[in-house]
């Protein structure tokens, strides 16, 4: 008799800032309270994956190399035990804050992820570890991930200094191509491969078409799922050969001013159902953002979150069905049958 192939839910998060007011607040809270009534539906996952967007140090001395507007840094075991509270499995830590305290807060950062059991790509102390992908088992089946980010490129790796996997969106360039064969590298040793991008400018509604294009070669390369992020707000979820690309998760834990226009206080639970390899179906949750907690979004405003997702993934030729409490989007050919 064959063996049934597994069942698996992947869940993808945007940007968890833990650092600042949400430091403050979270240090005199329970470890849970930052996810709020979306905690219990994270737990659930099988494999969930956050944009980690600060540095967790006691360091204190912040990057100085090059003018930053802002410095994330949060207490080591606050943040470790807000993120094991949501049974997080893995931070992608390539972005424009993980550097935010220098040399020293980037190793604290993989040290104290490391010893928690949370894996991470996309940073490192020098470049191969920083494009060294992270591999987790998940039953039977072997996940990757491999990340980078096209912002702040003073926290670019070399090959003898820490720092980010810093890579321009620029196709049909050497450091493009060299990034595209090590993704094909990682999905030989995998089966499943997530590519996670901090790209692209603040609070777009859509991603300039070469990223598109991007993230489609990537895809051929065989990355299996794009998770991206660092736009602030949600975007479209495209399909492409069966496999989802999510331009940009938005956020989820901060302590941001809010854009009345973007809307960066709106994001979404990016549920991922996942049979044997076969990417199945997602599910997304709205979700409100408010100072340092996230919750399940209710009434209206869950309504207009839901709405403005619906219209930007079908300009993306995604379908989508609407149900009390979410979207569901078929990608296998048995939902999209059954999604008519």
Known sequence: MSKLPEQKKFILLGDVMLGRGVNELIRESPPGYAWGDTLEIIKSADYSLVNLECALTY?????AK??????FRADPGVAIACLKAANISCACIANNHILDFQEEGLVDTLNFLDKAGICHAGAGRNLPEARDPAYRAIGDTRVGLIAF???E???AAAEELSGVDY???????????????????A???CDIL??????GPNMEFRLPIEFREAAHRMIAAGADIIHGHSAHNFQGIEIYEGKPIFYATGDFIDDYAIDPIYRNDWTFIFVLNINGVEMDSIELYPVHISFAQAMLAKGIESTLIMDRMEAMCGELGTKTARQKDR????????QLRRAG
């Open 59 to 63: 360091h204190e001395k912040n990057w």
């Open 66 to 71: 090059t003018p930053k507007a802002y410095y």
């Open 149 to 151: 980010t096209d912002n």
């Open 153 to 155: 490129p003073a926290f």
């Open 167 to 185: 890579l321009p969106v620029y196709l049909d360039t050497e450091p493009f191509n060299s990034f595209l064969e090590a993704v094909f590298e």
């Open 187 to 189: 999905k030989r040793a």
């Open 194 to 199: 997530i590519v996670s991008a901090h790209w």
């Open 327 to 334: 979207i569901s989007v078929p990608i296998s050919e048995e």
